[in-house]
């Protein structure tokens, strides 16, 4: 046995009558999509469902996996207490899952249980299934602010237990789409939201789930998304294998977005290695990319190497281009491991002798010391992507005005606080976006007034 089926579904907690109270008659087609879903499920008579949730605890650079022998919740919250769930989770499968050592390597395991009571994502999906099937036991996983891929592999983890416990196993991706589809939406409306939607259900009704990869966080972000990590789990239990897509529905009367997909397992098909396929293209980028890198990025890049494989500072190399060796300024290293920010350390204004010694210092510094995030280790040196921004002059500015997310980066200063934010970052496109983060890393509030500067920079790659 192993993995029988898979369910992409949303989590309204007013789709239960008793919280939405006659409001769940606008999703109707959902509520028909999730009726149908779950009588799937019931047909199947799954020993264990695999459910995934982003309301279960979730940690930066950790799958948290519930421990014990079962849970209980209700929809008190939602002013609907009487709604309850109670279940019994798989421990023999809990069990295998966290003793796989690539599971304890992503990490995940059953530590950090902060608040064992079931959450909404968990419940909404057992409020259908439970009409129509009660006799399996539970796996109950959170998400993580890992990397896509890494959410693709503990699904393939999740199969492969399932594979060698010999149980039949359906998995359930519970998550909403966009939370910013209208202007009297609870999130109000964003242009990329639509354009997720649009997207993401274009990709799950045709199972082509290596093309979950290629959403970029920024994006993601700014649609207000909230299942995509479970859906990449999901389609990580289904790696390998044929499946029967099928689209069951899709809405979004609230300004949120709603979708219900189900996916059959009916055999092997090994050329679905949406991860391996999408890692080989990384691999292969990343060396163009290298042969493509300047003075400054090398330098940075053999400094990193050299440290994080010795724990020694390199020193200053022969051949480098006049101006690094002569010119001081300030200079910031930035990491990047699978799209995401691995290491950023700067300085606003020179502290070395020269731009080369500038870079050396805080290579180390970004792959070693930024508190964000753990030391870089050595296997992972190959997976890095560098830049190198070397900053012009600082300039005193009276007004936001005078700003410009795309070229200016911005200091923001309320007496010893200081905060900094480069110009031209993914993500960031509006000056009141880069002035609030630039706040938030200084621990300015937003109700404080600061003095402003702006410079520029040379970005190196």
């Known amino acids: 046995m192993g993995i029988l089926a898979g369910f992409m579904v949303p989590h309204p907690p007013l789709i239960v009558p008793e919280v939405g109270r006659g409001q769940e008659k606008e999703i109707q087609r959902t509520i028909n999509a999730y009726q149908g879903a779950a009588r799937r499920i019931g047909s199947l008579q799954p020993e264990t469902i695999v459910l995934i949730s982003p309301h279960q605890v979730m940690y930066a650079d950790y799958f948290h996996i519930s421990p014990g022998k079962g849970a209980k919740g209700d929809f008190g919250q939602f002013r609907a207490g009487g709604v309850k769930t109670e279940v019994s989770y798989d421990t023999?499968?809990?069990?295998?899952?966290?003793?796989?050592?690539?599971?304890r390597k992503l990490p995940g395991g059953c530590e950090g249980e902060k608040d064992?009571?079931?959450?909404?994502?968990?419940?909404?999906?057992?409020?259908?299934?439970?009409?129509?099937?009660?006799?399996?036991?539970?796996?109950?996983?959170?998400?993580?602010g890992l990397s896509f891929a890494r959410h693709y592999e503990l699904g393939e983890y999740i199969s492969k237990a399932a594979r060698e416990l010999g149980r039949r196993t359906v998995v359930i991706a519970s998550g909403d789409l966009s939370h910013r589809l209208k202007e009297g939406g609870p999130y109000g409306y964003q242009k990329e939201g639509l354009d997720y939607d649009r997207r993401l259900m274009d990709v799950m009704e045709r199972a082509a789930f290596g093309e979950l990869f290629d959403f970029p966080e920024a994006f993601c972000e700014k649609a207000g998304e909230c299942g995509h990590r479970s859906f990449l789990i999901?389609?990580?239990?289904?790696?390998?294998k044929q499946v029967l897509a099928e689209r069951l529905s899709y809405e979004g009367p609230f300004g949120v977005g709603y979708g219900v997909c189900a996916y059959q397992v009916c055999g092997e098909e090994p050329q679905r290695n949406f991860r391996e396929q999408y890692e080989e293209m990384e691999r292969e980028r990343l060396l163009k990319q290298r042969?493509?890198?300047?003075?400054?990025?090398?330098?940075?890049?053999?400094?990193?190497?050299?440290?994080?494989?010795t724990g020694e500072k390199i020193k200053i190399p022969e051949g480098l281009p006049e101006e690094m060796a002569s010119r001081q300024a300030g200079v910031f290293v930035s990491i990047k491991k699978e799209g995401r920010l691995r290491g950023c350390i700067g300085t606003i204004m020179a502290t070395q002798p020269s731009l080369a010694r500038e870079i050396i210092d805080n290579a180390i510094s970004a792959s070693s010391r930024d508190n964000r995030f753990s030391p870089i280790e050595p296997e992972e040196l190959e997976l890095l992507s560098i830049s190198v921004d070397v900053l012009g002059e600082t300039e005193r500015i009276t007004?936001?005005?005078?700003?410009?997310?795309?070229?200016?980066?911005?200091?923001?200063?309320?007496g010893r606080r200081r905060g900094l934010l480069l110009p031209n970052l993914e993500g960031v496109d509006r000056v009141e976006d880069q002035i609030a983060i630039a706040r938030r890393k200084a621990g300015i509030r937003e109700e404080e007034e600061v003095a402003l500067e702006r410079f520029e920079v040379v970005r190196h790659y």
């Open 92 to 103: 023999e499968f809990v069990k295998a899952l966290c003793r796989m050592e690539g599971v």
């Open 116 to 144: 064992g009571r079931l959450d909404h994502g968990t419940m909404v999906p057992l409020y259908f299934v439970d009409k129509y099937w009660t006799q399996y036991r539970l796996v109950r996983i959170g998400l993580s």
């Open 234 to 240: 999901l389609a990580g239990t289904l790696d390998k």
């Open 291 to 309: 042969e493509q890198e300047d003075a400054y990025v090398r330098l940075a890049r053999q400094t990193i190497e050299t440290f994080v494989r």
């Open 399 to 414: 007004s936001p005005r005078e700003l410009d997310a795309k070229r200016y980066g911005v200091i923001v200063t309320k």
